[in-house]
């Protein structure tokens, strides 16, 4: 006998009880539902967040800041630190113990004896004011810079790569022009409040408009020259020249090089992270959240698993003379173990298929709903993303369950007595 003539006798056997197979089919339907909204979420949430922070790169770079020590657990959990008095050394070379303030001279001493680094950049809190071309309407600036060796991914243009440059981000750019095209080469004039709250203006080429993003939606990026030149002006005594981190361009992007200048840095007292680092914190989230909603779904294939078990046991039962009458005519054990695992294989799979392809129907509704009502917010977003090795996944797993949950009948089925079957009342 084929392999064909066996599934399709599996098949047709289903169909013998039509309300039973239905109920059992419905328990798996249940749980591939569930898995592919959750898988369908995760990946969705993955993509998103994908396309929102890899919109800045920086392979040679590394972001640095002073580790903070506090303790996590026990008796002592959120008792405060304690005052450590700074040596003369210390000031000069080293940190202040208890601020998370540094200096330049600082951020130099605390790499002057690592290999490879390229140049620091101090990470400069700059505030703006507004934002206007050709003296015409003026809109609220939110300003940052860009660090030597981050590049900003753009819609139109180029990141930035000399002095007296900003890149402005998508919403800001359709209002000024809904060509964005037009606004590249152009000079705005941005203002901001110096430490006198007099407000001042810097004229700059504007280079890019910058893709959509956590970091990218509201600020516009400038070079590190004219964030030093406002970060002066804005800063009046000692907080000229104190920041709350700094960023490292190394001169190589080797991964190995890279890794033993953070754990280097992480020896000196410093939290050191790339972009990857903070990307791969975010995926990994996500996949915990996967996996957290899926056992919800394994439950419910577990509980169905029961209901194929019960579905095939009784078919033993009901079937047993048939059986036996196979057996006398010459089918062998393996063949009758077959055609029951093809059963439950079967359960499964059309409880799989049922429930994937509802699953996605429910997921494509609710991208359009979304889409409709949030349709600024989450432009190019869609809830749930249905990927073929994702379907292919759940579709494995729920036949596989189904599979184990048939061992047990059509182990019993093939060890009948033939003899003994014939004669089953």
Do not use: C
């Not at 392999?3 to 399709?8: G, N, V």
């Not at 750019?173 to 037009?182: C, K, T, V």
């Not at 915990?288 to 909603?293: E, L, Q, R, S």
């Not at 048939?322 to 294989?345: C, D, H, N, T, Y």
């Amino acid at each position: 006998m084929k392999t064909w003539d066996m599934i399709r006798i599996a098949n047709r056997n289903l169909f013998r009880n039509k309300l039973r197979t239905f109920l059992t089919v419905a328990a798996i339907f249940v749980g591939s539902f569930t898995l592919t909204m959750t898988n369908g979420l995760g990946d969705g949430m993955r993509n998103y967040v994908e396309s929102q922070v890899k919109n800045i790169e920086g392979e040679r770079v590394i972001l640095v800041r002073k580790k903070l020590e506090k303790p996590v657990g026990g008796p002592r959990a959120g008792a405060p630190e304690e005052y450590k008095e700074a040596s003369v050394e210390d000031k000069e070379n080293d940190f202040d113990p208890n601020t998370m303030l540094m200096t330049v001279p600082q951020m130099e001493a605390s790499v002057r004896d690592i290999d490879g680094i390229k140049s620091i950049t101090p990470r400069y809190n700059i505030a703006g004011e507004y934002i206007t071309i050709d003296g015409q309407k003026k809109y609220k600036l939110e300003l940052g810079v860009l660090s030597e060796g981050i590049i900003q991914k753009t819609e139109v243009g180029k990141t930035i790569d000399g002095e007296g440059q900003i890149v402005i981000p998508l919403g800001l750019a359709r209002e000024l022009d809904p060509m964005i095209e037009n606004l590249v080469g152009k000079a705005a004039t941005i203002a901001y409040k110096a430490a006198d709250q007099k407000v001042k203006t810097k004229s700059l080429k504007i280079v890019g408009v910058s893709t959509k993003g956590f970091q990218t939606n509201y600020n516009s990026f400038v070079d590190v020259p004219t964030a030093k030149a406002i970060h002066a002006d804005q800063r009046t005594g000692d907080g000229i020249d104190k920041f709350v981190g700094f960023t490292i361009q190394m001169a190589t992007a080797d991964a190995a090089k890279i890794e033993s200048v953070k754990k280097r840095l992480d020896q000196n007292g410093f939290t050191a992270d790339t972009i990857a680092d903070a990307q791969k914190r975010t995926y990994d989230a996500i996949g915990i959240f996967k996996i957290g909603m899926s056992l919800f779904a394994l439950v419910a294939l577990l509980a169905a698993s029961f209901g194929i078990i019960n579905t095939l046991v009784i078919a033993v039962l009901e079937r047993t003379k048939e059986i036996g009458l196979q057996k006398a005519l010459g089918m062998g054990r393996a063949k009758i173990f077959a055609i029951f695992s093809l059963e439950s294989v079967l359960i499964g799979f059309w409880g799989a298929l049922l429930g994937t392809l509802g699953g996605i129907a429910v997921g494509l509704i609710a991208n359009k709903v979304l889409l409709t009502a949030y349709a600024e917010s989450f432009e190019g977003f869609n809830l749930f993303a249905f990927t073929l090795p994702s379907i292919a996944t759940v579709m494995l797993l729920v036949s596989s369950v189904a599979f184990v949950a048939g061992v047990l009948p059509a182990y019993r089925a093939s060890r009948l007595n033939p003899i003994d079957s014939l004669r089953y009342e």
